[in-house]
């Protein structure tokens, strides 16, 4: 000690050493986050460098953080401003905090998901994720926006939908211990409706592996699972209302009720599919004097007779008491390849339905007039229970005196089947329309006549919404009234692959069909980069 100062008592040295070391370590968290700057609440913030640290007063060096880059996800964000900082991983102590207790079962899910502590409705802390609805009239109900800043994730969105589609951004940044980006993501779908559809009428997925493409399918952001249930092989549905028409395989209502339960948790709609008047074989099986006959009296498979009252009857019976089963907003109709249409002259091969068509058409009434009648009134069942119908495209007739009603959306599947019309008729005539295109979309188990398994590389190279039929994309103008596309698997040759062989086979073009619906642009990844981040995601979600 020098002779000129003076003794300092130790309780006030001790005081200024702390002081030191909580300035110094100011310091350091100056110089290692970055600073936001708002846009005036329009657009994007942008990220701007540090600000200029204050001299050090520890010996240890500042940090300092390059810009961040996009999240690395499928589908691809659409907009991520960049900022300097470490980005947030899941830690010890680190919980998941919600606004309102909407948000009561995304938060739960995504702590699980995380192994992170679900702390409910608390104020956030360091390091915790907090889950925000923001009402928003103008926005896109599924957008959202992730800030990772300081140490803490905010996502939140307009719903609580756009919230959840916030948390598989998350869930995918972290996967495999990789950060989530310092910045900040806007996101939102191009498309309302990303779905995907599966028949399990003709080869039977049980319960469980139909939950786990739920969970597949969530983390990917589709928001629709369409379920073919009945065909001419089987009626895999419970029904209390019709008992004698349920094959030996199918699912209970409760299996079904835990299957919408689950989707409901992922926010996808299951839209149930109940083909009519053809593809009603294993009903007709049951109901032989409802089954349609030609002129020679020959029984015409999978076709139901719609002359008779009776058949409307059967399938509204099956229409309403679904329609408990299956709460979501969305019904399919089908209407597809009914067979009285497939013929030269479907007057002369079916005089029973002819003479049914005059007797309520007038005398040019023709069968096609009355199974547009059929249509409708199948649809009319539908609105009454609150649902929005939908059908194949070649359930639509042209120059018939019957018009199909205008609320039903084209499902547009193919362009092969007789009277089978461009997309154009149907955008130009203004219905909403959604895209089903058998030539990139169709996964038809044992390939026959046609078709071939899709791959996830040319539906990701050269497949958009607007391609509906073959491989032509219809004129922009257009655009809004595609409401969006579905991938599809059918099982026409049932035994040709197992269960697990199709959920490996469709895999990659799900991933693949879920980017073009989530942004139809040109991709920013190579089609091997894509593939190669797909796998790693699918390797992190599976473990």
Known sequence: MSRHERPVPEGTRRRRQRAVIAVAAVAAVGAGAGVWATSGGNGPARAEEPAAAPTPTSPSPSRSYPLSKEPQTVPAVRDHTPARGPGWKPARGHRVVVDGSGLADEGRLLAGELGLAYAGQDDARAGDVRLQVRPDKGANPESYTMSVRDGRVTLSGPTEA???YGTRTLKQSVAGGAAAPEGTV???????????SLDIARKFFDAGWIEDRIRELGDLKYNELGLHFSDDQGFRVESSSHPEIVSTEHLTKAQVKQIVDLANSRHITVVPELDSPGHLGAVLDAHPDLQLRNAQGTPTRGAIDISKPAAGKIVDDLIDEYS???????WHLGADEYQALTVSDPQASYPTLAAAARKAYGPDGTVADLTTGWLNARAKTVRDDHRTPRAWNDGFFKDT??????DIQVAYWTGKEIGARPPTEYLAAGRKVLNYNDEFLYYVLGQPQTFVYPTGQRIYEDWTPRV???????DAKYDDQILGGSFAVWGDIP?????AQVADGIRLPLAATVQKLWDPGAPKLSWTEFRDLADRLDQARTG
């Open 324 to 330: 408990d089963v299956f709460p979501g907003s969305q």
């Open 401 to 406: 005196s019957v018009e199909p009603a205008k």
């Open 495 to 499: 035994g040709a692959q197992t269960t």
């Open 186 to 196: 806007r996101d939102e779908p191009a498309k309302p409706r990303r779905g995907f």
């Open 162 to 164: 756009g919230v959840y």
């Open 468 to 474: 509906i039929r073959g491989t032509r994309a219809v």
